[in-house]
């Protein structure tokens, strides 16, 4: 990775799970980091995410939308990280609004800045598995029909789409790393609403019951986020080359029970629950998912090399000596109001 000693980079999202570890890893392959996060109310920033390298990188609170708050950084930048995004389904079932703005207007302004200011630059843009919806078939291939089940996945396809139309036409140089369940240090653990990896890790750390629905036998292929930091880096040194869409997936698919045992296994503590599946979630049921990753190891060497186990053992190590900067509401957990931001009249 001394290929980014020197680099300058700008990661937006950097304040929350993903992006603080990828920053991380910037930092010590000598690059120089810019932070773009707003720290949007109910979204995972946490300045501690980024304690050991505060001193080290600049911090732009702004909102990628407001583009204005940040041209000069980008004028200097040979790569941007696009992590920023709402990853909750369910929240923005509720608020689909909030969704679209978060995921696709700001998105889009910011595309169009680095298209004014830094066309040069490499851009990575988290999307994830969530467009394909319910998959036709496993594993789930790059070529998968696109299919999303909430708005949520309707509106990182369409953020998704932004980044290939701008590279078909010649005017940025995008990839999109699409990401599987990704779970490690930094997760928002008192968010109930951003995925049940973060809710069986907040359960193992406190002792609760894990809860399964139903039998408990769809499939998922958990990742660790220093996989897929390592995916990110790859695909920001790979030599320019199609195809430009990249699935990102755990080592070994699993049963979501098999996932409650090794929770509950090395929690000590927790017992697993078997509930029914909640009716109010069959609709946003995707059954099972499994990332293929053939074009990944083909095109960037990357293949995902920290088992489920070992991963999860180290997570909660770290949760272990963090637990008051993560698990603050995960008794009772909160749903933080109803964000209303200010949209354009455009979005009205
Ligand atoms: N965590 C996963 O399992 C997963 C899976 C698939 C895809 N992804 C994608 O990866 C990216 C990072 O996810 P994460 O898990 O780190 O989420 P996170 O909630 O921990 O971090 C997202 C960060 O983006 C910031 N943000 C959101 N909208 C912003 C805006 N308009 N302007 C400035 N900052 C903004 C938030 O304040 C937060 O710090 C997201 O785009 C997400 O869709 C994550």
Redesign the pocket.
Known sequence: MNDYRGKRVIL????????SNLAIRLVEAGAGVTI?????PG????LFNIAPIASAINVID????DVERFTSALKDADAVFN?????SHSRSMEDPERDLY??TV?QLRFLLACRANCPGARILY?????IYGKPVYLPVDEKHPVQPIDFNGVH?CAATQYHLLLARRGDLDCRVL??????GPR??LH?PQ??F?GVYIARALTGEPILVYGGGEQLRDPVHVDDVVEAFLRAGLAPDMEPRVFNVGGPHPLTLSEIAAAAARQSGRSPIHHLPFPESLTRMDIGSYVTDLTRMQRELAWAPGIEFEDGLRSTLAYYRGNSDRYLGFTKHPERPAAVRLEYPASTQ
């Open positions: 937006t999202g950097g304040l929350g799970f993903i992006g773009i996060d707003s720290s949007v979204c995972g920033a946490n702004s909102c990628i939308g992590l920023a995004g709402e990853i978060l995921n700001t988290a999307s994830t598995r969530q990182k699409r990401l599987s369940n990704v779970y997760m928002a968010l951003q995925g990896l």
